[in-house]
């Protein structure tokens, strides 16, 4: 009997786990290669050479890149955002991206309200003060924070992420929701008593501000300085989404003048450079794109791609398809056969 030669994937992420590499292996050819972003780039373009599927998550990928892997079927992207990905091209070479919704939800809501409460309260400044044994009587009114329990948040983007931190606000922290979405969505903002709002009053309105949105060509530089000037004087701006959402420049302007205070997790260059002017800034929490980044947050995420890419090998279509259009495409090619 002819045994099926064995297929081979790619691994280029370090949240797919020992035990699930060793399932893998008995199904797949499976080679490990580190993240191109930060080392090593020749090992993993020469791996993609032969490999049918690929995990990996945040690499550019695109034409440039993938030119030379020929036999590739699918990406599993242990993440919910593609924007690194050229949908375009891959759709044209009939590959199969995937992501990873809904089991990373929760967690980046926290991260946004953990941003939230951190840059209103002032964590990270008040944890220096202390640590450098400042801490001589109680502190200065210079240095209070400002309330967020009964604010009015607005949030940018109203998908899964953004009415789930919409969720915390309403029911933990007895805020008045804001949101701001392509279209109302009043299944989601109903119960939680969430307004729909253009995107210059929900600016001009909101006490906090949380970015939510996904990066597209209609999403990047959504926020520039026009839009930081319609902000009140202390308002909390917080993004979790992506650095390219916002004009990171006119962001730094308006943080330098004093006017607001900053929490980002997120930013237009990733990892952030240590020449960056936000660095130095006290009036900004930072931390290192980390929206996802529990134990079980990203086990489950790479638990979803292995899932999705097992399925997409297999010609079956799997679940978290994002360029829809392969499939449909080759099954009208199918039944044309
Ligand atoms: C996502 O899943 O899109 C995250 O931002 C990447 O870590």
């Known amino acids: 009997m002819l045994m099926a030669t064995k297929k081979h994937i790619v691994i280029a992420n370090r949240d797919v786990l020992p035990d699930m590499i ?4 008995k199904e797949f050819n499976v080679t490990l290669t580190p993240d191109p972003r930060t080392k090593d780039k020749e090992s993993f373009e020469q791996a993609l050479q032969s490999a049918n599927g690929l995990i990996c998550s945040m690499i550019k990928l695109g034409e440039e890149q993938l030119a030379d892997a020929k036999n590739l079927e699918a990406i599993a992207s242990v993440t919910v955002g593609y924007d690194n990905y050229d949908l375009e091209y891959l759709t044209k070479r009939g590959i199969l991206l995937t992501n990873t919704p809904d089991v ?54 109203f998908g899964r992420i953004g009415q789930a931190v919409a969720r915390r606000g309403h029911y933990g922290f007895g805020m008045k929701i804001l949101y701001n979405s392509t279209t109302p969505r009043l299944e989601a903002a109903t119960p939680l008593q969430a307004s729909f709002c253009e995107l210059d ?25 026009r839009e930081f000037n319609l902000l009140r004087p202390g308002t909390i701006f917080v993004n979790i989404a992506r650095g390219k959402v916002v004009n990171q ?23 952030l450079p240590a020449h960056s002017p936000l ?17 079980e947050t ?20 799997p679940p978290n398809l994002v360029n829809t259009q392969v499939w449909e495409q080759g099954h009208i090619h199918a039944k044309t056969l």
């Open 104 to 157: 990373l939800t929760e967690a980046t809501a926290d991260t946004g309200f953990a941003l939230i409460l951190a840059t209103a309260r002032r964590v990270v400044e008040l944890d220096m003060f202390t640590r450098q044994g400042r801490w001589k009587r109680s502190i200065e009114p210079e240095l209070f924070g400002t309330n967020v329990y009964g604010k009015k948040l607005g949030i940018i983007g």
């Open 201 to 225: 009053p929900l600016l001009a309105q909101s006490d906090i501000i949380c970015v939510t949105v996904p990066l597209t060509p209609k999403t990047e530089h959504l926020i520039g300085e």
């Open 22 to 25: 060793d399932s893998l292996r």
């Open 249 to 271: 420049e006119a962001l730094i302007k308006i943080l330098q003048e004093g006017k607001i205070r900053a929490g980002l997790d997120v930013f237009e260059r990733e990892p």
């Open 279 to 295: 660095i130095s800034m006290s009036n900004v929490v930072l931390t290192p794109h980390v929206g996802s980044a529990t134990q």
């Open 298 to 317: 990203r086990k489950g995420m790479a638990e979803l791609a292995i899932e999705n890419l097992r399925i997409a090998l297999a010609k079956k279509r």
